[in-house]
T-cell receptor
């Protein structure tokens, strides 16, 4: 069945370094969402990508949706300690179900 | 606060007891979701309501789990005869479209 794999599972970076997490699907996705969950917190929506090849930026965050709509990435430039948390991609399953990946846990070392 | 509200925030219970969680979504949101999250994992879909109608349930949702949204506003999730494997964070989310989900702070269940 359709599966979305997210890599890496963990990432430790020095503050100021860049960070990238990837989501890969075995099938074509209609769209993909990204969420951030701070330690002890709840998932917070970051963005939704819909179009093939779409690139969106939010300050230091850059989101991409692959041309084949089977993969997506989130890139953070010059990480800060406030970026700490787990980043999840999520893809829709049918009309009513959003399936979350396993997430990438980011640790930023000051 | 106009966000999604969940209570209780923490619940410790003995195996075999029943527990109920409540979720108050954002007022104009007609879509309501329940998810379960265990340590180190992503949220796992449990069930979905559109207004008062429960339109989708995960196959992982055993018959010990039941959810309601009687008037299309707040929702309850009941777990009967709790087991240690039910220990998790139970997250509620609401939305007005098929896009962004707004999550509550969650209800953490510990089954002893």
């Amino acid at each position: 069945g359709q599966q979305v794999m997210q890599i890496p599972q963990y990432q430790h970076v020095q503050e100021g370094e860049d960070f990238t997490t990837y989501c890969n699907s075995s099938t074509t996705l209609s769209n993909i969402q990204w969420y951030k969950q701070r330690p002890g917190g709840h998932p917070v929506f970051l963005i939704q990508l819909v179009k093939s090849g779409e690139v969106k930026k939010q300050k230091r965050l850059t989101f991409q949706f692959g041309e084949a709509k089977k993969n997506s990435s989130l890139h953070i430039t010059a990480t800060q300690t406030t970026d700490v948390g787990t980043y999840f991609c999520a893809d829709p399953r049918g009309a009513n179900n959003l399936f979350f990946g396993t997430g990438t846990r980011l640790t930023v070392i000051p | 606060d106009t966000g999604v509200s969940q209570n209780p925030r923490h619940k410790i219970t003995k195996r075999g007891q029943n527990v109920t969680f409540r979720c108050d979504p954002i007022s104009e949101h007609n879509r309501l979701y329940w998810y379960r999250q265990t340590l180190g994992q992503g949220p796992e879909f449990l069930t979905y309501f559109q207004n008062e109608a429960q339109l989708e349930k995960s196959r992982l949702l055993s018959d010990r789990f039941s959810a309601e949204r009687p008037k299309g506003s707040f929702s309850t999730l009941e777990i009967q005869r709790t087991e240690q494997g039910d220990s998790a964070m139970y997250l509620c989310a609401s939305s007005i479209t098929t896009g962004e989900l707004f999550f509550g702070e969650g209800s953490r269940l510990t089954v002893l």
